[in-house]
């Protein structure tokens, strides 16, 4: 790894590139890297202050070496102070501990088991005459410039059912490892048969200091994330103006067998075949790199269009695997996204059919709830005992919710709001929203029996349902989905839960629910009300699950006739009526029923200055300690 808080450090290069841009790759079993320094002093060593930063070779010391470079008629020149263990030159000769060495560019050493290569980046390209270009997949050689028109000699049979069997094999690899790279890398030596590879991510752009070209800023660095060196004198590292000329142009470009000759010259290694992969959205991805030079077992010189294409088909190979690669890992964030706020029914179809998540307008039924008092029991549990309770609470309320396939909305410190009906239509919606209304109450002896003894009282809720027209949509973002409802619907079955507190039920509904769950629930209704920020005066409703017994018809058909009192203005009468209710089964309706009763009846009788001779019993009322005294001086005087 080089360092990274060099001002005047890149890791790429390009043709444009000034004569102070000098290059540094080394190669171990560990590390693979090239970085350009644009300086004139540098350091190596495993230390990360080091400009070259070496890693994975404990004969390397911390500062091993550094590095003094001077322009001469003839090129760069290099001056190495061994300030660690012996280096080794390519000439075979050492490099004793505090032993300077002069020395022009390219130079070649090792450091321990680390081999380093040292060069000036703009270089001249003695060979670039020879470069030809290979169309990108799905254009015609006519379409691009330079295409060569020699006749060359095809690969055997045996050579090409290599390539193609490589190919497929490697489309199968799991893109992105660190082994399908190396595979990648390994297969331009064999089948491929050029010498050696490189495969090139791209990781940011290069910054260079007030001597680079202005062009330069745009240019990226390039990071080897796998390499195939199979020879011990073949080049550890790449030309980085090559890669760029390649990723500027879109194309595959190599240095044409057929135009080289057997020169000195064209015996480098510089002879390069360089792919790019772009995305679809155009932007460069990796770039693959093969080369090849003159060994005493191969007079091969340049590469043959065959073979160039080969590189190619690999490049195209590394998109196809990256961009499955991507959609998975796409489709992971979105299943991750979804199973946030939907139940795995509701996932099932939204994968199917994403559309169905769009904006729009449908009747859904719409739930809140909420625990009572929890102000007082936090401020008794404290904050940790708080936070865990909070967290069992919607664990359980949450999976609840999913088991009857609706959707949550949001959370809101002690409660929850969650819908049905959509994303995917739910006839039984209203039916849905009731069964888990009925779930909830039913979780909270488990929850008390758990929590008792941390907690000064029981756990209560109070759950609102409505039902209604509401505009639905994800009003969150592409990475935090907040999808649900938005309207009057939902605000009335807020103000419906909120209405639990004063009545003392724990589930109250709108009309509308109870009357599309009639073969269901026997819906009673509680009174009507004036809920907060809703206009209009609404009937709520409770539901008792069927079949009811014939004592509990009774009861509730008493409770009616006792409201229709209540409504008429008979105050006196509802609550005679309301106290035998009460005294024969004891009921929340009716006892807060009894006390809006009671209320209004002192207020009707202050109003007649008490000439009625019913006024003791206002008194009584109005001077009593508690419901049941009330209750009991009102039917002595029945």
Not at 96 to 121: C, W, Y
Not at 415 to 430: C, K
Not at 574 to 598: G, K, Y
Request: charged share 20%.
């Amino acid at each position: 790894m080089a360092k990274e808080n060099s001002a005047n450090r890149t890791d790429s290069a390009a043709s444009s590139l000034p004569a102070l841009h000098v290059g540094v790759a080394t190669y171990n079993s560990a590390q693979h890297q090239q970085v350009v320094l644009v300086q004139d002093k540098i350091t190596i060593g495993t230390d990360s202050n080091c400009d070259a930063m070496i890693e994975g070779d404990s004969n390397v010391s911390a500062l091993h070496c550094q590095l003094t470079f001077t322009e001469q008629p003839a090129g760069l020149e290099v001056e190495i102070v061994n300030l660690g263990q012996s280096i080794v030159l390519d000439s075979g000769s050492r490099l004793h501990r505090n032993q300077p060495h002069r020395a022009m560019l390219p130079l070649k050493l090792s450091i321990g088991d680390t081999r380093v290569q040292i060069f000036e980046v703009t270089a001249k390209a003695n060979i670039d005459e020879s470069l030809n270009y290979l169309p990108p997949q799905g254009d015609s050689p006519a379409e691009v410039k330079g295409i060569s028109e020699a006749v060359e000699i095809s690969p055997a049979p045996s050579t090409l059912a290599a390539w193609l069997e490589t190919i497929g094999e490697l489309q199968k690899s799991v893109a992105g490892s660190h082994a399908f790279f190396k595979e990648a890398a390994r297969a331009i030596f064999n089948p491929g048969g050029l010498d050696g590879s490189f495969i090139l991510l791209p990781h940011g752009n290069i910054q260079t200091n007030s001597v680079g070209s202005p062009s330069t800023s745009s240019l990226l660095k390039w990071k080897i994330v796998a390499s195939h060196i199979p020879f011990s004198d073949s080049p550890i590292r790449f030309r980085a103006d090559l890669v760029q000329r390649a990723v500027e142009q879109g194309v595959t470009l190599f240095h044409d067998s057929s135009q080289l000759t057997a020169s000195a010259e064209s015996q480098s290694w510089e002879t390069a075949v360089v792919s790019p992969v772009f995305n679809h959205h155009g932007e460069v991805i990796a770039v693959v790199y093969g080369f090849r030079g003159q060994r005493h077992n191969n007079n091969r010189i340049g590469a043959r269009t065959l073979e160039a294409q080969f590189v190619q088909l690999i490049a195209n190979s590394i998109l196809s695997a990256m961009t499955r690669l991507e959609k998975e890992a796409e489709a992971t964030r979105s299943r991750v996204l979804l199973e946030q706020a939907f139940s795995p029914k509701v996932v099932r179809h939204l994968e199917a059919n994403p559309v169905i998540l769009e904006g729009r307008t449908t009747d859904v039924t719409v739930l809140f709830v909420d625990l009572r008092s929890f102000s007082t029991i936090s401020d008794h549990a404290g904050p940790k005992v708080t936070y865990q309770l909070l967290t069992d609470v919607m664990d359980q309320f949450s999976e609840i919710v999913a088991r009857h396939d609706g959707v949550i909305i949001d959370y809101f410190g002690d409660g929850l709001s969650a819908f049905w009906n959509a994303p995917i239509e739910q006839p039984d919606h209203v039916l849905l929203a009731c069964r888990a209304a009925e779930d909830l109450l039913a979780c909270l002896p488990e929850l008390n029996e758990v929590w008792a003894h941390r907690l000064q009282q029981r756990l209560r809720v109070g759950v609102g349902i409505h039902t209604g027209v509401a505009q639905v949509g994800n009003s969150g973002s592409t990475s935090r989905l907040k999808y649900g409802p938005s309207g009057s619907t939902v605000n009335i079955a807020s103000r419906l839960e909120s209405a639990t507190k004063g009545i003392g039920l724990p589930i109250l509904v709108s009309e509308s629910v109870a009357n599309q769950v009639k073969e269901f629930y026997v819906g009673r209704r509680v009174c009507r009300t004036a809920l907060a920020g809703i206009s209009t005066p609404m009937d709520v409703y409770e539901l008792f699950p069927r079949p009811v017994s014939a004592a509990m018809i009774e009861q509730l058909e008493k409770y009616d006739q006792c409201l229709n009192l209540y409504e008429e203005g008979k105050f006196l009468d509802a609550i005679t009526q309301l106290i035998e209710l009460n005294l024969e089964m004891p009921d929340q309706a009716s006892e807060f029923l009894l006390e809006q009763a009671m209320d209004k009846n002192k207020h009707k009788i202050d109003r007649r200055k008490k000439t009625n001779p019913k006024s003791d019993v206002a008194a009584l009322v109005e001077n009593s300690q508690g419901n049941d005294l009330a209750k009991a001086n009102l039917v002595s005087n029945k």
